[in-house]
């Protein structure tokens, strides 16, 4: 059952820091320090778009329109760090 608790936190870990980078890179997007023009840019973000649409998607139907903010990364990550915080205060029932 470890193996089970291990896995569920690397996964957990793995969309964390997808998360950071897709957040990091769209604020580099819009400070145009990156251009989406470059190929390779492109592909990056158009790779972790659909990673994370499936995740912001339902997020962003939930939440209240709010113009040019986006708030489904916020709330995504607080709960991937909500849901590692369940996992490892009930680490118990793994061993």
């Known amino acids: 059952m470890t193996s089970i608790f291990q896995i569920l936190m690397l996964i957990l870990d793995v969309v964390w820091f997808i998360m950071i980078a897709h957040i990091i890179m769209s604020w580099l997007i819009n400070f145009q320090v990156l251009n ?6 492109g592909q ?4 972790l778009n659909r990673l994370l649409e499936p995740i912001y ?10 113009g040019g903010i986006d708030l ?4 995504a990550l607080i709960a991937v760090y909500a849901c590692r915080i369940v ?9």
């Open 36 to 41: 989406l023009r470059q190929p390779i840019v």
């Open 44 to 47: 990056i973000w158009n790779g």
């Open 57 to 66: 998607g339902p997020i962003r139907r939930i939440l209240p329109d709010l």
């Open 72 to 75: 489904a990364p916020l709330v």
């Open 87 to 95: 996992l490892v205060n009930n680490a118990g029932a793994f061993y």
